[in-house]
């Protein structure tokens, strides 16, 4: 599994968290920040998947 994968992961993950705590909370900010962490995560996700599959495919 490449890294980005697992950043990605790590990312969508905290973002959602930072989302919840946001609401939670009333802050729209935090709220803000959570959504795009996540939209980062899952960037990162893609792309580590597009390596993972390029490097199954040299095999």
Avoid: S
Avoid at 8 to 29: R, Y
Avoid at 36 to 47: L, P, R
């Amino acid at each position: 599994m490449d890294k980005d994968r697992i950043d990605g992961i790590g990312n969508q993950a905290g973002g959602k968290i930072k989302e919840g705590v946001g609401k939670l909370v009333g802050d729209k900010k935090m709220e803000t920040e959570g959504q795009a962490q996540q939209v980062k995560g899952k960037v990162e996700n893609a792309a580590g998947g597009v390596k993972d599959a390029i490097r199954d495919t040299d095999r």
